[in-house]
């Protein structure tokens, strides 16, 4: 739960408690303390008032730097309501769902106030595998888009991760585990008042859990910060990033017992795998106007080059043959610079309390080439010709925001916000020297009230409308030149958020949270069901429910958890002569758990564990409708009627030991999925009447073995 010391709680009017909105329960660490307009870092930490009336969840490095993750992106389901779509593909970016948003294009993911999504694979595509948890000071999870400071590919939500900047501490973590798991990981920061360094470092490699599956990556990050006088900060972030890996495919159902990983047809089942590096550098700075006002800069640029291999498998029946079987090899440069400007104004207006907060901000992508190739079956990775297509993109987001915060009574403060985006785009074919541009302008209104009744209670709610690209606008290659056509011109996707929500904490050792939500969406992307083309008119719904508590129980021990339950229909959405209003959306799941009791004993040393339980249950990969518009039957090929494809229900148990002494040292013992709970990853290409598809898995009964030192100086 996030909370502020200020003198006058924001707070919202009870006669809109009868609104809809959500709240959210997390085991954050630091959460309260007063807002210091020198510790706010647009685009990093969100110190001020527009999460106190929303949903946001906010976990500290205590929270997320002892576990062990498959990727770190399974830190973010520590928030209820959002979810990771693993693709068992090793170093494949898992998809991020919040709130049931399964467009990768409707998540913004920013780690110290950089984006990390990239145009390499997938619309939005991010890799979280950037983040070390070790470096982590906070780490925000904003539903929907709540925040002003965030506009493209945060209409679904935001996670916007800050680092350490500063301090005296010296951290490692060592682990070893299954398949030959090593993962190393360590900060070092030193802070004499005037100038602060960190770095922070990661060595990563595990054989995997299936043939042809090896998986390798180092980060590298690099923060400087000088105190050049009592008013100017400057700061300067560097950060390196390399990652390559083997994947064993998506293998046939039917066949999964005889086939561990997708053949190429040179025996080698050297096929599924890629490589991807990165580079960002970004610089900062802050002053200080007077006590009530400053101004903040940041510029920042960011390279990144990727290679993908993807070879198609074969279900039961198929032979290779035509372009059966054989692989795709994508590259890709992902390149771009942002920058932008903040002024912060917190102090009395009438007498009482408020904040003032515009600013610009401007991104652009640069000519981000991107190739395709075919290869065919049989010849490994060996590229014998041309690209089968060679494009690039140009992108520019320009935009300007502007928040106002003010104490109306001592028990209610009210909050409203807006941005502006302009976004314009040029798409050329390199081989055909064809372009096409396209601009769109969006306006994102957000208002929120916070009411306090009485001491431990907060009553919120908040509405705020936000935009996404299509996923044609990063997506397939065919797909791209539809989104950048000045002819049609197709809307920017709009996303309306209404959250209503309570935090109550009837005792110290006790906290309590409770919400429910609301999303529309408008001109989502539909296909004509006679000509095929690509259409703006889908319409879909989003609401559900989320509560949360944490709880102390006795010296040393913690009880903490949330539920989430979603609901995700189409209100208005036509494809292949198929009519899906009132379907599900798939990959939703309709309920999300965390359930976890914790013990450290007090005192320098001492045993210590935590026992944890995660359920995501009720998905559904397809849920057609039985009939076609015109009447006729839904119907396989093979003249079997299509049903709802649902996922497996998904219950694992995590558990962890340790042993702390003097102080400065710990052993942990982790066994992750204790039960050993086979669960299908992602599957597609369901054939209806033999039952076959393709599958990967998810990762088996794993155990760990955890060393970590940590000097920290006061």
């Given at each position: 739960?996030?909370?502020?010391?200020?003198?006058?709680p924001s707070a919202m009017l009870a006669a809109v408690a009868i609104c809809l909105g959500a709240v959210s329960a997390s085991p954050a660490e630091g959460q309260g303390g007063?807002?210091?307009l020198s510790e706010i870092d647009v685009r990093g930490q969100l110190r001020r008032g527009e999460l106190q009336s929303t949903s946001a969840t906010v976990l500290g490095n205590k929270d997320v730097s002892d576990r062990v993750n498959y990727q770190p992106s399974d830190l973010f389901t520590m928030s209820p309501g959002v979810s990771v779509l693993q693709y068992g593909e090793s170093g494949v970016s898992p998809n991020i769902q919040i709130r049931g948003f399964t467009l990768m294009n409707d998540k913004a993911i920013y780690l110290d106030g950089i984006p990390l999504h990239d145009n390499g694979h997938q619309s939005g595509f991010t890799d979280s595998t950037v983040v070390m948890p070790i470096e982590i000071e906070s780490m925000e999870i904003i539903k929907g888009p709540a925040s002003v400071l965030y506009g493209a590919r945060s209409a679904g939500g935001t996670i916007a991760i800050q680092t350490i900047k500063g301090g005296n501490l010296t951290r490692l973590n060592a682990r070893y585990g299954s398949w030959n798991d090593v993962n190393v990981t360590g900060i070092l920061a030193r802070d004499n008042g005037k100038f602060a360094q960190v770095y922070a470092f990661e060595e990563f490699h595990t054989?995997?859990?299936?043939d042809n599956s090896a998986w390798d990556r180092q980060n590298f990050s690099g923060s400087w910060t000088y105190n050049a006088t009592e008013k100017l900060q400057v700061r300067f972030n560097l950060r390196a990033f390399r990652a390559e890996w083997d994947s064993a495919g998506y293998v046939s159902k039917i066949l999964n017992g005889e086939r561990d990983a997708v053949d190429d047809g040179t025996g080698s089942k050297n096929n599924n795998g890629g490589k991807r590096s990165r580079f960002d550098g970004r610089l900062w700075l802050n002053y200080m106007l007077d006590n009530k006002s400053q101004l903040t800069y940041y510029a920042y640029g960011t390279t990144l080059e990727f290679t993908r291999y993807m070879r198609g498998a074969?279900?039961?029946?198929?032979?290779?043959?035509?372009t059966v079987g054989n692989m795709s090899l994508q590259f890709n440069k992902h390149r771009q610079w942002g920058t932008g400007i903040t002024y912060n104004w917190m102090g009395l207006l009438g007498g009482k309390d408020a904040t003032f907060t515009a600013g610009f901000t401007f991104s652009k992508d640069i000519d981000s080439p991107r190739q395709d190739f075919t290869v065919p079956w049989g010849q490994g990775r060996r590229i014998t010709g041309p690209p089968a297509s060679d494009v690039s993109l140009s992108i520019s987001n320009p935009a300007v925001l502007a928040e106002f915060t003010y104490q109306l009574v001592p028990q209610l403060n009210v909050r409203v916000?807006?941005?502006?985006?302009?976004?314009?785009?040029?798409?050329?074919?390199?081989?055909?020297?064809?372009?096409?541009?396209?601009?769109?302008?969006?306006?994102?209104?957000?208002?929120?009230?916070?009411?306090?009744?009485?001491?431990?209670?907060d009553l919120y709610a908040n509405f705020s409308r936000g935009f996404s690209m299509p996923s044609t606008f990063y997506g397939g290659l065919g797909n791209m030149n539809n989104f950048f056509n000045s002819t049609t011109n197709p809307k920017l996707?709009?996303?309306d958020q209404y959250e209503l929500g309570a935090r109550y904490a009837p005792a110290d050792w006790l906290k309590l949270e409770l919400g429910v939500f609301l999303m529309k969406t408008f001109n989502d992307v539909t296909t004509d069901p006679v000509t095929g083309d690509s259409e703006q008119t889908g319409k879909t719904t989003r609401r559900g429910v989320e509560f949360g508590f944490?709880?102390?129980?006795?010296?040393?021990?913690?009880?903490?958890?949330?539920?989430?339950?979603?609901?995700?229909f189409y209100d208005d959405y036509k494809a292949g002569g198929l009519d899906y209003k009132g379907r599900r959306i798939p990959l939703v799941p309709r309920h999300l758990a965390n359930l976890e009791l914790s013990y450290q004993q007090p005192g320098e040393s001492g045993f210590g564990g935590r026992v944890s339980l995660r359920l995501e249950h009720d998905m559904v990969y397809s849920d057609e409708p039985p009939a076609r518009i015109n009447g006729s039957a839904n119907a396989s090929p093979g003249g079997r009627i299509r049903t709802p494809w649902h996922a497996d229900d998904i219950t694992y148990v995590d558990l962890q030991l340790s042993y702390r002494f003097n102080g400065n040292h710990r052993i942990l013992l982790d066994v992750k999925n204790v039960f050993d709970k086979r669960y299908e990853g992602y599957k597609y290409n369901r054939n209806y009447d033999t039952g076959d598809y393709l599958v990967t898995y998810r990762n088996p009964r794993a155990i760990y073995l955890t060393y970590q030192l940590n000097f920290d100086q006061k």
């Open positions: 739960m996030f909370r502020f010391k200020t003198k006058a007063a807002a210091d054989d995997g859990y299936r074969l279900l039961v029946g198929q032979t290779p043959g035509g916000g807006a941005r502006y985006d302009w976004l314009s785009g040029k798409y050329t074919d390199n081989l055909s020297g064809a372009n096409s541009k396209v601009s769109h302008t969006f306006f994102s209104p957000k208002v929120g009230v916070l009411y306090t009744p009485t001491e431990g209670l996707m709009k996303r944490d709880a102390s129980l006795a010296p040393g021990w913690r009880l903490w958890g949330n539920y989430a339950y979603s609901d995700a």
